[in-house]
């Protein structure tokens, strides 16, 4: 379902966003030691716009658009400039995107919403539905917790999970490995699915920015997630993370209707990310890499992909300005999607050594792409008649992985995928690294030194591999 979120709604996302954030600040006040409660009376001056208690239909919507926002934002964004999806052309952009130097104070945002914003929301929201007997809110609060610790594990390797969450008290909380983070993501997606089949008091419905409160598509989107974290550990054992990809994508996505995508709406206050970073910066383009590749294949999305093309024809000039289709107004932020579900099938399949299932997988995935982005199906049939697409005998690992990293535009995916596979072959902008992680948070360093990794201080941390990339 895609839902276009107009003024209104997402005025009440930001809202109830602030009204979230405000019970976590009351929260750790409530356990400072202020002297003044013994003579003020605490009922005076209450703020009926900022209340104490959040209830949960109005904390998912708020943990929904948060994800959606900061996702689409600084990791998506920072991601496309590794992968040369994107090229940056002036200030600190450029410099990421040329000299990798993006640095400790360029991530505390990102990670400081995350946990602030989606993680410890969240938390508050899987405590509250059930000490209300609703399973159905606490399950989907959980998918949505696996896909922020997925996606801060990712970025950044070893985080603070088990032990973090607790407010104030505990503001250092120790780091669990990447590992570990990885087997909490499976039990939090595994208990989400139990939660959506239990008998729940309250259900979500229109407060479900994603999907309306559709408990089926949920839980197809858990299992869609498992399959892409079992692909993640393709190094570390790539027979058992395929067959584990296998075994339950069965129970995934259908078609492109069940893709985790939020649509922004319309007015500046509630405007897609890239969008408004594109408004107020417009330092990105269309990496000359990722231009050269679309035009050697003369693929149709050019038109939606940048900004000079008009027709499935036309070629993109190198850092050309982004198209419209991602960078709108009320463009979609796609969290998940069928396309890349197929796409984890294809590779899967070729790994196991099922290559007629493979190839199969793989132009489904094409086609589903393609479907997504609106190109025409006589432009579809001639892209895959395509030999240098589709060819005559097996796909190959390269192919696939290409053709996802041209499917899954705009995604912070691509970068983890590239990590893990090496495809599509990118040449360093300088020297003969590119980044594989980011570096950690200048808050870990200021705040919780003691328990951050060994080492991550470092100018040379963002080049290791995380757990699973080793």
């Known amino acids: 379902m895609l839902n276009n979120l107009e003024s209104g709604a997402m005025k009440k996302i930001f809202t109830t966003v602030s009204s979230a954030l ?54 998506s964004r920072f991601a496309s400039l590794f992968t040369q999806h994107h090229s940056g052309v002036d200030r600190q952009h450029q410099s990421y995107y040329e000299n990798y130097a993006l640095l400790e104070g360029d991530v505390d945002n ?44 990712d970025a950044f390797g070893d985080i603070p999970l088990s032990d973090a969450l ?28 139990a939660d959506l089949d239990a008998q729940s008091v309250l259900s979500p419905g229109s407060d479900d920015y994603f999907y309306g409160g559709d408990r089926s598509k949920w839980k197809k989107a858990a299992y869609v997630l ?11 054992d790539a027979a058992a993370a395929s067959s584990a990809a296998l075994a339950v994508i069965a129970n995934g996505f259908a078609s492109n209707s069940d893709d985790l995508v939020l649509r922004f709406g319309s007015s500046p206050t509630n405007a897609n990310p890239l969008f408004s970073f594109v408004q107020d910066r417009n330092d990105i383009r269309i990496a000359p890499f990722f231009a ?31 198209g419209a289709f991602y960078a709108s107004i ?16 294809a590779e899967a399949r070729l790994r196991t050594g099922d290559l007629s299932g493979a190839k199969t997988a793989y132009q489904d995935a094409i086609r589903a792409s393609m479907q997504w982005f609106g190109v025409a199906d006589a432009d579809i049939q001639a892209y895959l008649s ?58 870990e360093r200021l705040f919780n030194g003691a328990n951050i990794p060994q080492g991550s201080t470092s100018a040379d941390w963002k080049f290791q591999p995380v757990w699973w990339d080793q």
């Open 226 to 236: 498992k399959a892409r974290y079992a692909m993640h550990l393709t190094k570390r």
């Open 386 to 443: 395509n030999p240098a697409v589709v060819p005559a005998g097996d796909v190959t690992l390269e192919q696939i992985m290409t053709q996802k990293y041209i499917a899954l535009y705009t995604q912070f995916e691509t970068w983890t995928d590239w990590r893990r596979t090496n495809f599509p072959q990118l040449t360093p902008m300088t020297g003969n690294r590119i980044p594989r992680r980011f570096p950690l948070p200048q808050s």
């Open 22 to 75: 405000s019970v976590w600040v009351l929260v750790m006040m409530a356990l400072l030691p202020l002297a003044c409660d013994r003579w003020v009376d605490t009922s005076l001056n209450v703020d009926p716009n900022n209340p104490a208690d959040v209830p949960i239909n109005l904390l998912l919507p708020a943990v929904e658009g948060s994800l959606a926002w900061y996702y689409g934002s600084d990791p």
């Open 110 to 153: 990102y990670w400081t919403s995350l946990y602030v914003s989606v993680l410890n929301n969240a938390k508050i929201l899987i405590d509250k539905a059930e000490a209300q007997q609703s399973p159905h809110y606490a399950g989907v609060a959980r998918i949505l917790m696996a896909y922020a610790a997925g996606n801060l594990t």
């Open 292 to 322: 050269g590749l679309l035009n050697q294949l003369q693929d149709p999305r050019r038109p939606m992909i940048g900004a000079k093309p008009q027709g499935p024809n036309d070629s993109i000039p190198a850092n050309d300005d982004l």
């Open 166 to 193: 607790q407010g104030a008290k505990n503001t250092s909380p120790r780091y669990d490995s990447q590992q570990q983070v990885y087997q909490a993501i499976n039990q939090l997606l595994d208990r989400a699915i």
């Open 330 to 345: 009320n463009s979609p932020v796609v969290l998940l999607s069928y396309a890349e579900q197929k796409f984890i099938e």
